[in-house]
């Protein structure tokens, strides 16, 4: 079974909809030539989006996630050298110049940019941008262009949107300008929207709010939606597939549940392990040792073998392939999968000493603001002691 033969996790909404596949992305490689050698930002990605099913793409910043999404969507610069092959529906994608994408991009595929603020033009109201880009893709006359700008912030969740229209982008706040994003993406009914970063700098509840939005959207449209994200909070919530990225590469991919429940990657491990738990108040955070690789100088074999503390000197020395590992539909670039699925607890291959920390620093500085956090448990219970005995 190749790569490209992953289908939707069961009970996810492709399923009941005959698991039509709206992209397909197979041995993905963009490379952009610089003075001081080559950057191979994606490195033989492939995977697919079928029809109303949401995709998870994560990884460290570098990694290649939007990168490969400004790929699908022919967005990257002339010098970038991209093999490959990205089919939308049945249309192949790569190679295609600028004006042979202009039907399919916005139309077809749409993008919701993470930062609003510079893909909203300040000197038009929001209403006109949004008439615009339907303009853009429908012989419509601007009155019917402006009622569909109204549905469309209407269909967002955006209050008084006929009003709403008629303002311009500082008047908005930031949720309700990335509202105005997913609109701009949805106006035009595509069959896929990439949304990159879709939540960066909001508040949770306005996350929240942007995330429902966009699973309503989808079940509204029965659109593929791809989410590119750093945030694995956003992938455990309203994603039915999860792809994790690493060195320009996919390292590990399937289904949420297996992914979340079995990772069969170190790289993987770490991440999750690295998610703050309310319940650890006080205890360090456990990160992932190291930098991500430069993308320029790759090391040899696995990309994560510097970092990785089941590295062995096959992993130094050869890349592994993504192939399934003991779950079905599930995938893993990494030797020593099989190794990794008999640990109990793989969180613990990243553990380290905690060294000054306290048990309940809250309980602490509530007691005595002048208690650091910082200080040894063991010191500050002794100090309290000494302090509680009585005076003769």
């Known amino acids: 079974m190749s790569e490209l033969d992953v289908m939707g996790a069961p009970g996810t909404a492709a399923d009941g909809l005959a698991g039509e596949k709206l992209l397909r992305v197979e041995n993905l490689s963009v490379d952009f030539p610089t ?21 998870g793409i994560v990884g460290e910043s570098g990694s290649g996630k939007s990168v490969s999404s400004m790929a699908v969507m022919g967005l990257l610069p002339k010098t970038a050298k991209i093999s490959g092959s990205i089919r939308f529906k049945d249309k192949e994608l790569v190679g295609l ?37 339907h303009r853009a893709h429908h012989d419509v006359s601007k009155k019917a262009a402006m009622a569909k700008a109204v549905e469309a912030l209407e269909l967002v969740g955006i209050p008084q949107p006929d009003r709403r229209a008629e ?17 701009m993406a949805i106006i035009n009914d595509p069959d896929v929207i990439i949304a990159d970063e879709p939540t960066t700098a909001l508040d949770v509840t306005v996350q929240a709010q942007i995330l429902d939005t966009l699973l309503r959207i989808r079940d509204e449209t029965s659109a593929g939606i791809m989410i590119i994200t750093h945030d694995l909070g956003v992938v455990a919530g309203m ?11 996919v390292v590990e991919q399937g289904g949420v549940d297996e992914v979340f429940e079995a990772q069969r990657m170190p790289y993987t491990v770490g991440l ?19 930098a991500p690789p430069s993308l320029m100088n790759l090391p040899q074999g696995c990309p ?15 890349e592994p392939q993504l192939l399934e590992t003991d779950r079905a539909g599930h995938y893993a ?20 000493d905690e060294i000054g920390t306290v048990e309940n620093p809250a309980s602490l500085t509530a ?26």
């Open 35 to 55: 003075d001081d050698g080559t950057v191979h930002a994606v490195r033989d990605v492939s995977f697919t989006l079928g029809r109303g099913e949401v995709l």
């Open 97 to 133: 110049s600028y004006k042979q994408m202009q039907p399919v991009r916005g139309n077809g595929i749409s993008m919701i940019f993470q930062d609003p603020m510079t893909s909203l033009n300040p000197v038009y109201t929001v209403g006109w941008q949004l008439a615009e880009a």
């Open 167 to 183: 303002q311009y982008p500082h008047e908005f706040s930031g949720g309700m300008r990335q509202r105005v994003m997913i609109a």
């Open 239 to 249: 994603v039915d597939r999860v792809q994790v990225m690493y060195g320009g590469t």
């Open 272 to 290: 999750l392990g690295s998610i703050p738990n309310p319940n650890l108040l006080g205890k360090r955070l456990t990160p992932i040792k190291g």
């Open 304 to 318: 994560f073998s510097p970092r990785c503390p089941l590295a062995i000197d096959i992993c130094r020395e050869t």
């Open 333 to 352: 670039r990494c030797h020593r999968s099989d190794h990794l699925a008999t640990i109990e607890q793989p969180q613990r291959l990243f553990a380290h």
């Open 367 to 392: 007691a005595d603001p002048d208690v650091p956090v910082a200080e040894d448990l063991a010191d500050v219970e002794a100090r309290l002691h000494e302090e509680e005995k009585p005076t003769s």
